[in-house]
């Protein structure tokens, strides 16, 4: 993290990019439920709302599949200066280093995350989908077009589940790395010391469990938000963590373009330093609770050597 530095236009300064990310969040917002809603009797009428939560949440995998194509690989395989002014770390994409030990280590990674992405988005998310439902059959969610929301409704819903999913991520996260006990699991996602897409699910079941399935289920049991806000509220949590990890602080983001948005380059120097942003969407509750210090030192001082540079 020594050689990095930042994008010639950063996330959330008033520019073009800015412009770009909040037109994608509106439609997001705005377009999303009329396209879904011809379809939705036909996707969901049959499954009770039990099986179409799980389906709700297995629908992450071809998005996941959907974001690496469209919005990672490019980048990764180009490496067009337009794109690469916006690349978090100076050091080369570890498949591109001169070292033949280094290649061989991200491409040995490379093949453990496919397999343990691929089983928690197919397998433990999914199951823990399943047994929130069987052992909380009363807070499943609503599937019905009787209940289709208002704009007005899932605006409340979509604020009030990003806030609480953000409280309940930010202390399952820092727990994990205050208690050994836990750390032990959290450290197999800190196994990538840069990101790339596929480091965003490289997590282990235990630490999937507690820090990216636990909070999700939790705000949905307590909110119980109809189902298509859920899936709007589910691909902007999932979009923020694919962001997170892709190694480009791009400033057309679609979740970064607002003033209290987490910076992707945030997540990357937790991953670097190990310490501190706990945040996963927005900086709130690491400026809250002082965690938001150390970076603010680091970033002080980046900006400083740039300076000079």
Same mark, same amino acid.
């Given at each position: 993290?020594?050689?990095?530095?930042?994008?010639?236009?950063?996330?959330?300064? @008033?520019?073009?990019?800015?412009? %770009?990310?909040?037109?994608?969040?509106?439609?997001?917002?705005?377009?999303?439920?009329? *396209?879904?809603?011809?379809?939705?009797?036909?996707?969901?009428? /049959?499954?009770?709302?039990?099986?179409? &939560?799980?389906?709700?949440?297995?629908?992450?995998?071809?998005?996941?599949?959907?974001?690496?194509?469209?919005?990672?690989? @490019?980048?990764?395989?180009?490496?067009?200066?337009?794109?690469? +002014?916006? /690349?978090?770390?100076? !050091?080369?994409?570890?498949?591109?280093?001169?070292?033949?030990?280094?290649?061989?280590? $991200?491409?040995?990674?490379?093949?453990?995350?496919?397999?343990?992405?691929?089983?928690?988005? %197919?397998?433990? #998310?999914?199951?823990?989908?399943?047994?929130?439902?069987? *052992?909380?059959?009363?807070?499943?969610?609503?599937?019905?077009?009787?209940?289709?929301?208002?704009?007005?409704?899932?605006?409340? !819903?979509?604020?009030?589940?990003?806030?609480?999913?953000?409280?309940? $991520?930010?202390?399952?996260?820092?727990?994990?790395?205050?208690?050994?006990?836990?750390? /032990?699991?959290?450290?197999?996602?800190?196994?990538?010391?840069?990101?790339?897409? *596929?480091?965003?699910?490289?997590?282990?079941?235990?630490?999937?469990?507690?820090?990216?399935?636990?909070?999700? %289920?939790?705000?949905?049991?307590?909110?119980? @938000?109809?189902?298509?806000?859920?899936? +709007?509220? #589910? %691909?902007?949590?999932?979009?923020?963590?694919? !962001?997170?990890?892709?190694?480009?602080? $791009?400033?057309?983001?679609?979740?970064?373009?607002?003033?209290?948005?987490?910076?992707?380059?945030?997540?990357?120097?937790?991953?670097?330093?190990?310490?501190?942003?706990?945040?996963?969407?927005?900086?709130?509750?690491?400026?809250?609770?002082?965690?938001?210090?150390?970076?603010?030192?680091?970033?002080?001082?980046?900006?400083?050597?740039?300076?000079? &540079?």
């Amino acid at each position: 993290m020594t050689k990095s530095t930042s994008p010639p236009v950063m996330q959330g300064a @008033p520019s073009i990019y800015m412009i %770009l990310g909040a037109l994608q969040s509106a439609l997001w917002f705005f377009a999303l439920p009329p *396209l879904c809603k011809p379809i939705w009797q036909a996707m969901f009428d /049959k499954l009770s709302p039990h099986i179409s &939560e799980v389906f709700l949440w297995s629908i992450m995998f071809p998005y996941f599949v959907l974001y690496a194509l469209v919005v990672a690989m @490019p980048p990764y395989l180009l490496g067009w200066d337009f794109f690469e +002014q916006f /690349k978090i770390s100076r !050091d080369p994409w570890p498949w591109r280093d001169e070292r033949e030990a280094v290649r061989w280590e $991200f491409w040995k990674l490379t093949r453990r995350s496919l397999v343990i992405d691929t089983v928690n988005m %197919l397998f433990f #998310g999914p199951v823990c989908v399943y047994l929130k439902g069987a *052992l909380l059959p009363s807070r499943t969610l609503s599937f019905s077009m009787d209940d289709w929301p208002t704009y007005l409704e899932s605006l409340s !819903d979509i604020i009030i589940s990003v806030n609480l999913h953000e409280f309940g $991520f930010y202390w399952s996260h820092r727990l994990m790395h205050i208690y050994p006990m836990l750390y /032990k699991h959290h450290k197999v996602h800190h196994e990538y010391k840069r990101n790339s897409i *596929l480091s965003a699910q490289h997590f282990n079941p235990v630490d999937y469990l507690f820090s990216i399935a636990g909070p999700v %289920l939790l705000t949905s049991a307590l909110v119980r @938000p109809h189902g298509i806000t859920q899936l +709007q509220i #589910g %691909l902007w949590i999932f979009t923020a963590n694919l !962001d997170d990890h892709l190694g480009y602080a $791009f400033p057309w983001s679609p979740v970064r373009w607002f003033p209290t948005a987490a910076g992707t380059d945030e997540h990357e120097f937790h991953h670097c330093i190990n310490m501190g942003i706990y945040g996963h969407k927005l900086t709130l509750w690491d400026h809250v609770f002082g965690t938001y210090k150390v970076y603010r030192r680091w970033r002080i001082k980046q900006w400083q050597t740039i300076k000079k &540079e």
